[in-house]
Structures are given as structure tokens and as C-alpha cells.
């Protein structure tokens, strides 16, 4: 097998999480167009869910709806899209027929790969490829990354990604996964790399990645989005890392093709919705914290970044890792107990009010219509 370095583009896919999976069908046309023109190896066309298609999002009920998004389908480029292991009904999806999208990526949690495992050997029996996404790869243990490593061995698929859920990886955390991976995985399997950039590292960890295997025979996958798009902080930018790899690795991307994505449709996105790199998201980068988290502490109470910090790191890792907004509003009260003492106050107040009739103002048309009343008041 001649070792291969591939860019697979999930602007798509994880872009949906930023526009509620609505880009239009122009721009989902256009945009799967450019990237084949930029001769982008994978295309990850967005995400196989239960509910109906609905035209101009990139959420699917089954693989043919995808087809009126695919102008000029071309033969080298694998067309992929994405299931959460136990949020979609595979007796759904029909027998691959060649006509829109050739492979499945089935993303599964820590603790829960022989489920996801299993799931996808159902997608490969009707003819798709399989390609696994290990999610919060940074839990697994040594041990627990040799058991995947097995179990994937065991039932075959075209690739196994490192997935850095939190955006909390350093070098060092992705070169330990790596070199257990690709020790014990098949070589016949490819390794891939899913980054976000909650530590301003996607990019950087993305080399590393590439750096870590220049002397392995598999072929590898990276993972990136048009100028990062992606939930929270995003993810690793396409146009970076196609340039990297034609400076560095031999690569053949059509820049013009990328730069004509940006221009023709991810300005638009830009400038009505938000993602990226801030302090937020790197307190949840910090604490390996679901982004859920974050958003909910964003919306909600405007937390400062210093409480947002301690809130967080008074959570168990186990809780971080998902959300449960009832537990986060009892720490959010426990925070600003801490942060301020309403005892001194309260006694003070008592004291002023004490033997006084208090008149409480509303808005309303009755402030007027009273007004002589409130003033003798």
C-alpha cells in the first residue's frame, strides 16, 4: 500500500453546529464544487439524522438526499457523512447504490467504541465504507486505546480518527495516542486526526500529526473547515492546511479553488455567525469541558471569564465532559455566594426599611395617571 496523505473538509458537517445546519442549497452546491476543485480528497457532506430532509441544511434522513447537492460527483473524491452511534436508526438506510455518498463516519464516546463498532459493521454490510471516530480520544488510557485498536482490527474499516474533542491536546497527549495506535492498529487501516481549537493548536497539532507518521507506511486523514468553521472554537482551516501540505508534503490543492470558497461563500457566514478562538472556549479547552457549558454560562448569566473559570473547575471531569444545566445553575448560585457576601448588606438594609412604608414603582401608564399621588407619597 503507498502511503497517502489525505484532507478530508467537514466544513459541512461541522459547520452545522453554527448555522443550525442551514447554509442554503446554493451555498451547499457551491461550496462542495470549490472543494472538488480544489482536489480535497474528502468531501464530508454533513449528517445522517432521523428526522426528514429539509432542503438547504446539511442534516440527511437517508443518502439519496444528498444527491441534488452533488453537481458534478467525481470518482476520486469520497463523499462522507456522519451518525452519532446511537442517534441514528440504521435500519433507515438503504443498500449503497453509488449515487451520493460512498462512505459513513460513525462517531462514538469514550467507554462506548464496541457499541459504535458494532453499529458500523451493520453500515458496512450494506455497502458503505466505515470510517470510526474515537471522540475524546485524550480519556483513553493506554490500555483502553490497545482495545480499540483491537476491536477496530477485528471488524475492518477504512479509517479510525483521533478525535480532540475539548481542543485540550498538546503535543505530547497526541503523540502518546499515536505511536499506541499505529503500532497496533492494521496497517491497512488509516489514521486520521480531528482537531479544535479551543488552545489556538489545531493547526500546529494538525502538523505534528503529519510529523508523527512521516515515517510510518499508513496513509493518514486530517481533518479542517473552511476558515475553521466548527462549533465553539472551530477547528483546524482547510486553507491552512492545504497550503502546509503543498509546501511541505508534496500536495496538489487548487489554492484559487479554496480562496474562491471563501470569497463566494463563507464571507457570508462570517459576518452573521460567530466562532473561534476566546477565552471561553479555552476554558473549556483548560478543563476538557463539553462546549455546551460554556454556551449555557455565555447566554445566560454573561459569566465573567474568572467565574466561568471557577465555576468549571468545580465540576468533576466526569461532569465536564457533558451537561446537565440544572447541576451547572447550583454552581453558578454556589459561585456567587462565594463571590459575594450578602449577610453585611442585608442587615443594613433591614435597618433603613425598619418602621417605613416602602412604595415599590413599576412601569405602566399608572405612574402617570398617579403622579400627584406618588409625589405626596
Request: include cysteine.
Amino acid at each position: 500500500m503507498s502511503k497517502k496523505i489525505e484532507l478530508l473538509d467537514c466544513t459541512l458537517r461541522d459547520g452545522a453546529y453554527i448555522t443550525n445546519s442551514y447554509f442554503g442549497a446554493p451555498a451547499i452546491k457551491g461550496i462542495i464544487k470549490k472543494i472538488q476543485q480544489a482536489n480535497i480528497e474528502i468531501i464530508e457532506c454533513g449528517w445522517l439524522k432521523d428526522d426528514a430532509h429539509k432542503v438547504g441544511t446539511t442534516f440527511y434522513h437517508v443518502p439519496s438526499d444528498v444527491e441534488q447537492y452533488l453537481v458534478e460527483r467525481t470518482k476520486h473524491i469520497s463523499y462522507v457523512a456522519m451518525i452519532d452511534w446511537n442517534r441514528y436508526d440504521v435500519n433507515n438506510l438503504p443498500s449503497y447504490d453509488g449515487l451520493s455518498i460512498n462512505a459513513i463516519r460513525v462517531v462514538f464516546p469514550h467507554g462506548k467504541h464496541k457499541e459504535g463498532i458494532a453499529v458500523g459493521q451493520k453500515i458496512k454490510d450494506k455497502g458503505y465504507q466505515v470510517f470510526f471516530q474515537a471522540a475524546n480520544t485524550l480519556a483513553y488510557s493506554n490500555e483502553d486505546l490497545l482495545n480499540l485498536a483491537d476491536n477496530i482490527n477485528k471488524k475492518g474499516a477504512v479509517a479510525l480518527s483521533i478525535v480532540d474533542t475539548f481542543g485540550a491536546m498538546f503535543f505530547d497527549d497526541l503523540e502518546r495516542i499515536v505511536k499506541i495506535l499505529d503500532n497496533k492498529l492494521d496497517k491497512t487501516i488509516k489514521l486520521g486526526f480531528h482537531s479544535h481549537n479551543n488552545q489556538q493548536l489545531s493547526f500546529a497539532l494538525s502538523m505534528y500529526f503529519i510529523e508523527l507518521l512521516k515515517n510510518s507506511s499508513r496513509s493518514i486523514i486530517v481533518d479542517s473547515s473552511l476558515c475553521g468553521m466548527g462549533r465553539g472554537a472551530g477547528n483546524a482551516t482547510t486553507e491552512l492546511i492545504a497550503n502546509y501540505l503543498n509546501k511541505k508534503c508534496n500536495g496538489n490543492y487548487d489554492m484559487n479553488a479554496v480562496m474562491d470558497a471563501i470569497d463566494m461563500y463563507m464571507q457570508h457566514f462570517q459576518e452573521k455567525y460567530e466562532w473561534g478562538y476566546s477565552i471561553p472556549y479555552f476554558i473549556a479547552g483548560m478543563y476538557q469541558c463539553h462546549v455546551n457549558n460554556i454556551t449555557y454560562l455565555l447566554k445566560n448569566h454573561r459569566t465573567t471569564a474568572a467565574d466561568m473559570r471557577n465555576i468549571i473547575a468545580s465540576l468533576s471531569q466526569t461532569e465536564r465532559y457533558n451537561y446537565n444545566y440544572d447541576l451547572l445553575e447550583e454552581k453558578y448560585i454556589e459561585n456567587q455566594n462565594r463571590v459575594v457576601n450578602d449577610e453585611n448588606a442585608i442587615k443594613f438594609l433591614k435597618k433603613m426599611f425598619t418602621e417605613r412604608v416602602i412604595l415599590l414603582l413599576a412601569p405602566g401608564k399608572s405612574i402617570k395617571l398617579e403622579e400627584e399621588k406618588i409625589k405626596k407619597s
